[in-house]
């Protein structure tokens, strides 16, 4: 064997090792990150339907992004969350909070045309205990 050959099996040892540590790092940063089981979905109706609306709205005091053509669906985690309106001095208004349930879709429409803004709430899936799935 040649001092070349020698070089050249070292070098793919070493991009060897390289491969095999960055595929142990990348695969525990995925098992690290993985979402919880326990979530549900968010869906948000805007009545009227428009392609973009103005008002802000806010879950969980996280700002939303504009809802367009009139519906959104957010996954979220399982629990009471609160969803807010941005008033017409900038301050948050409550309008309802939500009940998500593991696995199913809460939706809740916002009739922007009323002042303040009003939810109406519809939970999809077999509840078994009868809870409500919005409190306005």
């Not at 309008?95 to 922007?112: F, P």
């Not at 009003?118 to 078994?128: K, S």
Request: charged residues 20%.
């Amino acid at each position: 064997m040649t001092f070349s050959e020698r070089k050249l099996g070292k070098i793919g040892m070493r991009r060897l090792a390289g491969v095999a540590v960055s595929v142990l790092i990348v695969g525990a940063a995925i098992a690290a990150y993985r979402p919880s089981h326990d979530v549900g979905y968010v869906e948000i109706k805007t009545v009227p339907v428009a392609a973009f609306t103005r008002a802000a709205f806010y879950l969980d005091a996280a700002k939303l992004a504009p809802i367009r053509n009139g519906s959104a669906i957010l996954r979220e985690r399982v629990g009471t969350l609160k969803l807010e309106g941005e008033g017409f001095s900038g301050t948050l208004a409550p309008l309802c909070d939500i009940v998500v349930a593991k696995n199913r879709i809460t939706t809740v429409t916002v009739s922007v045309l009323d002042r303040p803004p009003r939810c109406q709430c519809r939970y999809r899936g077999t509840d078994a205990r009868g809870q409500h799935a919005c409190v306005s």
